[in-house]
């Protein structure tokens, strides 16, 4: 059973940075496109940055130079590096494993920006 498991969420204040890493139990994870995704309180999920399995990346406008997402496939792990959060950054992030042969999610990890 493959299982996507999200890991660094926490509290931290305004400014600060944080670093979430996704553990795949994929037999290879070279073939998918990955990506993490937040969803806050009474709004809908949405993207927040991807990788391709070319190492191509995405990110949505408001995080912009200030998040930066990887992967490594021999560990078979993605990461964000998120810098200068903001309180709008508040949210439960979600990890998502895509390719022709699946699609998965993580159960995802609470990330607080406050003072």
């Known amino acids: 059973q493959v299982q996507l498991v999200e890991s660094g969420g926490g509290l931290v204040q305004p400014g600060g940075s944080l670093r979430l890493s996704c553990a795949a139990t994929?037999?290879?994870?070279?073939?998918?496109?990955m990506s993490w995704y937040r969803q806050a309180p009474d709004k809908e999920r949405e993207l927040v940055a991807a990788i391709d399995d070319g190492g191509n990346t995405d990110y949505v406008d408001s995080v912009k130079g200030r998040f930066f997402i990887s992967r490594d496939d021999d560990k078979k792990t993605v990461a964000l590096q998120m810098n200068s959060l903001k309180p709008e950054d508040t949210a439960v992030y979600y990890c998502k494993a895509q390719s022709p042969y699946g699609l998965y999610w993580g159960q995802g990890t609470q990330v607080t920006v406050s003072s």
């Open positions: 994929l037999y290879t994870m070279r073939t998918y496109d």
